[in-house]
């Protein structure tokens, strides 16, 4: 499960959960020196304008990428092989230095510090027995209360062991990187690379990650008839990409957002973050889907509505604006499955609620990150979503 958390860079702070941790004592200390391939020099490479965006204080980005393993992580080996895989990504051993206010930050190779970088703190068995699902959501929430400190490569991974949040999942491993270092799909990639195939200790679980698309042309010139089509797809998707452009220029310029119960306060950007999670059977999806003969992702955004649609009725009922009404909405909400940057950064790019959805095995879940001020329960709303779901499998298998 991955998904993106945004936060506003701080100190580094040496808790980071429900209570004070000791930090495991390092063995002997472990360093990357610089290298520069091929003789090649990297040092001073400026960063990107979207790196460089990302340290604008507005949008002050870091990834949060979760992982369940099935056992007790070996902390030791585990960092001989994060030292192998910062080697192969310069990304991951370089600082970033400069002037952030005047975006002059460039790229410098340094040693790393394996240790700064992959931590695991000693958790008393006791703080997690039947709660281990409150521990991590408590440890996330207080990872967005802090940066990471700019003296070092901006990346860590928090390895903790004994937590477990369902009866498969043994221990989680947490990977807090900067946005500046790339997206989630670079990301993904990069950490696939250090992934080896269960069939194969050799075989890279990357090669696999983008199929190969079969050549299903019939050759020759082809009838007029599919030349039509061709035309037909092609003029469909000129229309879209301008009504989307327009659409987009418009919400980050002149439309503005309904005020409603989940409004965000204005420096939701720089508020520390809830993550809360639920996990659904992706066979409900399946059924669905075959039943309603539409696509997963209309289902999603089915689930979605819904759920926020139960949640702001019943909050406008609690601020008693339904004055009786049997059914009370806020009126003209908008729902974005993308969230573009204005990049004038002349307002805050600020969100109070983020909702990825991300499946793996049978499972399809849902992980929310909030601002609290803007939804004080995230639990109800997952609730919702799940009794949403409930609702349109059951209409969907009744007709």
């Known amino acids: 499960m991955a998904h993106s958390l ?24 472990k360093t990357l020196k610089p290298e520069h391939n091929g003789g090649v020099e990297e040092d001073g490479q400026p960063l990107s304008p979207v790196s460089q965006l990302f340290h604008k204080p507005d949008s002050n980005s870091y990834i949060l990428a979760i992982f369940g393993f099935k056992t007790l992580v070996d902390v030791d080996h585990f960092k001989e092989q994060m030292v192998g895989f910062a080697r192969g990504h310069r990304r991951f051993r370089s600082l970033q230095v400069g002037n952030k206010e005047k975006q002059k930050l460039k790229w410098v190779s340094t040693e790393v510090d394996i240790h700064k970088h992959v931590i695991a703190p000693e958790i008393d068995p006791a ?19 802090t940066g990471i400190d700019m003296s070092k490569p901006l990346w860590e991974f928090h390895i903790l062991n004994g937590v477990e949040t369902c009866s498969s999942v043994k221990s989680v491993g947490i990977g807090r990187i900067h946005h500046s270092l790339g997206d989630g799909t670079s990301l993904m990639l990069y950490f696939l690379t250090f992934a080896r195939k269960a069939s194969s200790g050799t075989a890279i679980t990357a090669a696999t990650l ?16 599919s030349m039509t089509q061709k035309i037909k797809r092609n003029w469909n998707l000129c229309r879209n990409t301008f009504v989307d452009v327009l659409t987009t220029l418009a919400t980050t310029s002149v439309l503005k957002d309904t005020k409603n119960p989940a409004s965000a306060p204005a420096d939701t950007g720089r508020a520390p973050r809830r993550i809360v999670q639920r996990c659904f059977s992706l066979d409900d999806i399946k059924l669905i889907k075959a039943a309603t003969n539409t696509k997963v992702n209309d289902i999603l955004m ?26 009370c909405a806020v009126p003209n909400i908008r729902l974005r499955t993308l969230v573009t940057f204005n990049l004038r950064m002349t307002q805050p790019i600020s969100q109070g609620l983020y909702v990825n959805v991300t499946s793996y095995g049978n499972k399809l879940t849902f992980a929310l990150s909030v601002d609290e001020r803007a939804i004080p329960d995230p639990h109800q709303l997952c609730d919702d979503l799940e009794d949403s779901l409930t609702l349109i499998k059951k209409a969907a298998t009744a007709t």
């Open 302 to 327: 089915a689930i979605l509505e819904a759920g926020l649609s139960r949640y702001l009725n019943r909050k406008y009922g609690e601020m008693g604006n339904c004055k009786g009404q049997k059914n």
């Open 127 to 145: 703080q997690i027995i039947g709660s281990g699902e409150k521990f991590l959501e408590d440890y996330l929430h207080n990872l967005s209360k």
């Open 210 to 225: 983008i199929p190969v698309r079969k050549n299903t042309s019939s050759g020759g010139n082809g009838s007029s008839s």
């Open 6 to 29: 945004h936060a506003t860079a701080a100190e580094t702070a040496s808790t980071a959960a429900a209570g004070e941790f000791v930090l495991a004592m390092p063995t002997p200390i």
